[in-house]
């Protein structure tokens, strides 16, 4: 078995996964959300401060299988270096008082193997990334083989959810309460226009889709809930619509069989459905996460963590930092 450790964000998790079958069989995740909430977004001293008394409490319930453990698997990159650091520090740790090999994991090649948890893994594939730090589109070939085709100049996809969550004074994580008041709203009611719409640039962009709601929201002064639900959905309808105009580009391009969203934000139902009719279209196999593993988590670490014990893909502990900038 190895044990994995996750600890990018705001999220304490620990899991424990099978090799030979894959299956897990063991995860806990402590979430930090109500505890930034107040501050509207993650403190980063605050999420270290909570990791260093979540973790431990976790790691107590997965001794268990410490005798059957064949290696300790960290998220080391990318995330917030404070945050890195406690999974690091304890993995280190537990690899040595164990004796066991050290596996250092990218924080966004697990989100990638998130689609293969409990199963063989898929390849090639085409890949959207969507979370609170990043948006970008990986063309995935195998086991670190990853070209990145496309990401935002900018904010990322969740990331603006959280800002438009912010501005309305609807609480942390914005995300999901943008949603849910979408739901409740009239999607064509404000105007809010595509980013990049006629460029021929293949990236992202949300500051000024941002920008367009910070603005209709101060030309409406005292907002009613009508309007919240409002701006919600016509926000959600333009940033999805964006997604979905460069994506076709990308596919109009290729020979993509196979298509997946990962990360945080693709727990977004109205952006699966949009993406669902878009693969339909050019009649393409889309693969979804569950959705309890679309978040940060140390199962899709381990998940993983399972291709480089295979490959005896070992981090010596000496090279075993946090990286908060490493890309894919």
């Known amino acids: 078995m190895i044990l994995s450790i996750e600890s990018s964000c705001d999220d304490s998790s620990i899991a424990v996964t099978e090799i030979a079958t894959k299956k897990i069989l063991f995860h806990k995740k402590i979430?930090?959300?109500?505890?930034?909430?107040?501050?509207?977004?993650?403190?980063?001293?605050?999420?270290?401060?909570?990791?260093?008394?979540?973790?431990?409490?976790?790691l107590e319930q997965a001794k268990p299988f410490f005798p059957s453990l064949k290696a300790i698997a960290v998220t080391n990159a990318p995330g917030l270096a404070v945050t890195l650091v406690e999974g690091v520090t304890m993995a280190k740790a537990l690899a040595m008082t164990l004796d066991l090999p050290l596996i250092g994991v990218n924080h966004l090649h697990g989100h990638i193997y998130s689609l293969f948890l409990?199963?063989?893994?898929?390849?090639?594939?085409?890949?959207?990334?969507?979370?609170?730090?990043?948006?970008?589109?990986?063309?995935?070939?195998?086991?670190?083989?990853?070209?990145?085709?496309?990401?935002?100049?900018?904010?990322?996809f969740g990331e603006s959810f959280d800002k438009v969550a912010k501005m309305l004074g609807l609480g942390y994580p914005g995300g999901p309460i943008v949603?849910?008041?979408?739901?409740?709203?009239?999607?064509?009611?404000?105007?809010?226009?595509?980013?990049?719409?006629n460029s021929?640039?293949?990236?992202?962009?949300?500051?000024?889709?941002?920008?367009?709601?910070?603005?209709?929201?101060?030309?409406?002064?005292?907002?009613?809930?009508?309007?919240?639900?409002?701006?919600?959905?016509?926000?959600?309808?333009?940033?999805?619509?964006?997604?979905?105009?460069?994506?076709?580009?990308?596919?109009?391009?290729?020979?993509?069989?196979?298509f997946a969203i990962v990360g945080g934000a693709s727990a977004n139902l109205y952006l699966r459905q949009k993406v669902e009719a878009l693969c339909r279209e050019f009649d393409i196999q889309l693969h979804l996460a569950p959705l309890a593993y679309c978040a940060d988590n140390a199962a899709m670490i381990g998940r993983c963590a399972i291709e480089a014990w295979q490959r005896k893909d070992f981090t010596p502990p000496e090279k075993l930092v946090s990286s908060p900038k490493q890309s894919i």
């Open 179 to 197: 949603e849910a008041y979408a739901k409740k709203g009239d999607e064509d009611r404000f105007n809010f226009t595509v980013p990049l719409l």
């Open 31 to 58: 979430s930090q959300e109500l505890d930034h909430a107040k501050y509207g977004g993650v403190v980063p001293e605050l999420a270290a401060r909570l990791h260093a008394e979540a973790l431990p409490r976790i």
């Open 118 to 156: 409990e199963k063989e893994a898929k390849f090639p594939m085409t890949i959207l990334l969507v979370s609170g730090g990043h948006t970008q589109v990986i063309e995935a070939e195998g086991y670190k083989s990853f070209r990145l085709l496309a990401q935002t100049m900018d904010d990322s």
């Open 200 to 258: 021929p640039k293949i990236a992202f962009s949300y500051s000024g889709l941002k920008n367009q709601v910070r603005l209709q929201i101060e030309a409406l002064g005292t907002l009613s809930e009508k309007d919240k639900y409002d701006i919600c959905a016509s926000f959600q309808k333009v940033a999805t619509a964006h997604l979905l105009h460069k994506l076709k580009k990308i596919l109009q391009k290729s020979s993509i069989r196979d």
